[in-house]
């Protein structure tokens, strides 16, 4: 009974965890992924630098001060990779255009070809949704798109 009740505990935790993690800024988790491993990696050179073994142990206190500062672990990229705020991108296929907002991770959508051209895909309902995916049946690439939408849009979708 013990184990069963500990199952059951175990299993509610991680769906709350589940619905926090999609639900979350996916910069916020960025970050608290970043601080976590900072400090991991300096907790575990701490202890290694304890036991007298200095070749492992400064290597992941400067790598876990690097994910602290810098926010990456390894070489800096001096090409200034860094992305500015407002960015987004756009991508086009013969019967959609999809755009993605890097900072919110909203994705929108225009239909350019077929029956339902020129509409917005936020102004279509779940039926008309499907039906346009039948549609796209024969351009996988299209049909890609729509269903990386549906994704966000309506999880769960699929079933």
């Known amino acids: 009974m013990v184990f069963f009740v500990t199952g059951v505990a175990v299993l509610v935790v991680l769906v709350v965890l589940g619905r926090a993690f999609v639900a979350a800024n996916p910069r916020s988790l960025v970050r608290a992924l970043r601080y976590t491993v900072g400090v991991v990696l300096i907790a575990v050179g701490v202890v290694l630098a304890l036991g007298e073994r200095f070749g492992l142990a400064l290597p992941l206190i400067a790598a876990g001060i690097s994910a602290l500062t810098v926010g990456r672990i390894g070489p800096i990229d001096l090409g200034g990779s860094r ?5 987004g991108s756009t991508v086009r296929s013969s019967f959609l255009e999809m755009h993605l907002d890097h900072d919110t991770g909203a994705m929108t959508g225009t239909v350019v070809k077929g029956n339902a051209a020129g509409q917005a895909l936020e102004d279509l309902d779940e039926a008309a949704l499907l039906k346009l995916a039948g549609e796209l049946a024969g351009d996988p690439e299209s049909l890609s798109l729509l269903e ?3 994704d966000r849009r309506m999880p769960g979708w699929r079933e």
Do not use: H, K, P, Q
């Open 148 to 150: 990386a939408y549906l």
């Open 83 to 87: 992305r500015s705020a407002g960015t």
